[in-house]
């Protein structure tokens, strides 16, 4: 089989000569993986690109969730329902919630909270609240946001990279079912041409 090294080369020598002995098929596939290298390093900014303009999303997105929700302290009014997950060996305790009060910009707020611990009645909780003091999910953080831009250009990337393999080893096998007819039509001239004499 061949090595990385061993096609390289080959394909350099492809490119740059003439050589009797490197086929038209050699030159073409040659071309196409370089292309292949090409189509990989204009990616390469592509990816940059998305990284940069998602980033800017996410952390606007990010900055707008951190001014309009504020943290609060709720009192849990009942003990939360605690309720197991799953079947068999594989449950779980699941999340469980529980009615609590708060009080945000001097209103009384009544709702349900979501308890991740060992709290209960008369206990205090932090939660997240909107503009109009309900119950909301806690904000982005920035740092979180500049991670998702971060794999947003590197998922970018990783597609075009499998696509451009997947086209380039579609053209690859075409290229060697080429070669393998040839060869097999020039054998049957050459053996022809020794049976006649």
Not at 15 to 43: H, W
Not at 69 to 93: C, H, K, Q
Not at 184 to 195: H, K, N, P, W, Y
């Amino acid at each position: 089989m061949t090595s990385t090294g061993g096609y390289l080369r080959r394909t350099r020598r492809s490119l740059r000569g003439r050589s009797p002995l490197v086929r038209r098929t050699d030159r073409f596939e040659a071309r196409v993986f370089s292309l292949l290298v090409a189509a990989m390093l204009i990616m390469v900014p592509v990816a940059g690109i998305v990284i940069a303009n998602v980033q800017n999303t996410q952390v606007a997105t990010a900055q707008q969730q951190l001014a309009e929700r504020t943290m609060v302290t709720a009192t849990l009014d009942a003990d939360p329902v605690i309720a197991n997950a799953g079947w068999g060996e594989f449950s779980y305790v699941a999340p469980s919630t529980a009615p609590a009060t708060w009080e945000f910009r001097g209103v009384s707020h009544h709702g349900d909270v979501q308890i991740t611990g060992s709290e209960g009645a008369g206990d205090e909780v932090q939660v997240w609240v909107d503009r109009a003091g309900a119950v909301t999910l806690q904000p982005m953080s920035v740092s979180a946001a500049e991670f998702s831009s971060v794999l947003a250009g590197v998922a970018v990337y990783m597609v075009a990279l499998v696509t451009a393999c997947g086209l380039f080893a579609l053209a690859h096998w075409g290229i060697e079912r080429a070669r393998s007819r040839e060869w097999s039509r020039e054998i049957e001239a050459f053996l022809g041409s020794t049976s006649s004499h």
